[in-house]
């Protein structure tokens, strides 16, 4: 999982906050590449390979390269429509305000779900990959510890500087490049090898089955969620027109062929589908790197997932308690409770404690794969609006318009709808469920929605910028 937080709401449309400040333009391309690889993160897939190897029947390369596809052309639309709305920078402003703010409400409504379920799922993972290290305290009471140091961190307001980032990303890359040179040292020692060994992780006849290569498809979208906070940067993008689109798209690919060869090296290590079905998906790549260089490589991997993880939980909490205090502010939630600010950290502690609570509920009710799904349902939707707010500005609405402005967009609204279907039968309904349970809430908020529930100040470039 991405320690990027999920295809963002931005609090401050939600909040409907005032003027806003201009920021320097300092960042060049390449700053916007390494933040980008720095969000999603290089072990991306590392803590979702159990999930893909056993939804998709062990083609875990073809569905993390077919979702880079969707992905992709979504990028092109985030790209495009940062350009036109330097300052918004969400999936939520684009949809409001190219299509209409009932659209755009439902698309953030379906993103909070995301905010609230990554601590969820990253509590499970962390805390059966401590339970891994030391089995004597059992999964449950890591589970505990894990929401209390994230909440108590995050009451305190303490958060990774970039210095930070870049250190954990550089031993991140050493851990992968380990991990790499283990596998190939045992690939090349280990021969001969049976007829399909090297194309057996792309493509598997005896396991292969379109239903289920679309779902893992469907769940491998979670490889490259946060690609989207690049557009959270357009204020200070150099170019921003050029370099936000150019960078978002970059990062996919980079994240894209890094995730390709890491999941591609680990099945050569690992017993094909069914035989090689994991029991326990939260701790499935620190299993192969066991088997490929024994225990010091198990507790490495193992050790990279989970303060991956913590840090990706972490700040998805805090990222979901900014949208609560935001709907608290701008009284689309209980204002008293949740619009509130701890008045020397200035920290949304209640809706820190909020998200802390769901998180460990959560983590004790939750199937993790229906979790993975359930994130990817409101990913996919979000993805979908902003193809189809990408389309209507440059296809529809622009002045000379061009296959560049209608095909990109079109096709990326069509295969996140297909992708989007094939999530199971459960995370439709589920999701559903939670999206129509927003739309009664949001009817019942603006009396049929003759009024919005949120405002904001459009700004926008115009297109010769």
């Keep these: 999982m991405a320690a990027g937080q999920p295809a963002s709401v931005s609090v401050a449309a939600l909040a409907g906050t005032g003027g806003q400040v201009s920021l320097r333009r300092a960042l060049s391309l390449r700053d916007l590449v390494l933040f980008g690889l720095v969000t999603i993160q290089l072990t991306a897939p590392m803590p979702i390979y159990g999930a893909l190897y056993n939804s998709s029947n062990g083609h875990t390369v073809a569905v993390v390269l077919l979702s880079m596809v969707a992905v992709l052309l979504t990028a092109i639309g985030y790209g495009r429509m940062a350009a036109a709305y330097p300052s918004a920078g969400s999936a939520f402003s684009y949809v409001a305000q190219e299509i209409h703010p009932t659209a755009g409400y439902v698309t953030g409504w379906a993103l909070t779900m995301d905010y609230m379920l990554i601590p969820i799922l990253s509590t499970m993972i962390c805390s059966k990959q401590a339970a891994s290290f030391l089995p ?27 210095r930070t980032n870049m250190v954990l990303a550089a031993v991140m890359a050493v851990v992968i490049a380990i991990f790499l040179f283990v596998v190939a ?7 001969p ?3 399909g060994f090297f194309t057996r992780p792309i493509y598997d006849p005896a396991s292969f089955s ?6 893992g ?10 690609f989207d906070a690049i557009s959270t940067l357009a204020e200070e993008v150099e170019n921003p027109r050029r370099n936000i689109l150019l960078a978002t798209v970059f990062s996919c690919l980079l994240i894209g062929g890094l995730s390709a060869l890491q999941v591609y090296a680990a099945q050569l290590v690992w017993p094909a589908f069914p035989q090689g079905r994991f029991a326990e998906v939260e701790t499935a790549f620190s299993q192969v790197a066991g088997r490929a260089g024994g225990p010091w490589l198990f507790t490495a991997v193992g050790a990279t997932v989970l303060v991956a993880t913590f840090g990706s939980g972490m700040g998805s909490q805090l990222g979901a308690a900014r949208v609560l205090f935001a709907m608290g502010r701008s009284g689309i939630l209980p204002g008293w409770f949740f619009g509130v600010l701890h008045p020397v950290r200035r920290v949304p502690h209640n809706s820190v404690l909020t998200i802390g609570g769901v998180a460990l509920v959560g983590a004790f009710t939750l199937n993790i794969d229906l979790g993975f799904e ?23 609405r622009a002045q000379r318009k061009s296959i560049g402005g209608l095909v990109p967009p079109a096709l990326g609204m069509l295969v996140c709808a297909y992708l989007w279907i094939h999530l199971s039968r459960n995370a439709l309904i589920v999701g559903g469920l939670w999206t129509v349970a927003g739309i009664i809430f949001g009817a019942w908020r603006t009396r049929g929605f003759r009024r919005d529930l949120v405002t904001f100040e459009a700004k926008t470039e115009p297109e010769s910028a």
């Design 136 to 162: 004597a305290i059992p999964s449950p009471v890591w589970a505990v510890l894990c929401v209390s140091l994230m909440t108590a961190l995050n009451l305190r307001g303490i958060q990774a500087s970039p």
């Design 185 to 191: 040292k045992l690939v090349i020692t280990g021969g």
């Design 193 to 195: 090898h049976p007829a």
């Design 210 to 215: 379109s239903a289920a290569l679309f779902n």
């Design 217 to 226: 498809t469907a769940i491998a979208v979670l490889t490259y969620l946060g």
């Design 374 to 396: 359930l994130v990817n349902f409101g990913a996919l939707l979000a993805f979908m609006g902003v193809n189809a707010a990408a389309f209507v500005r440059y296809g529809l």
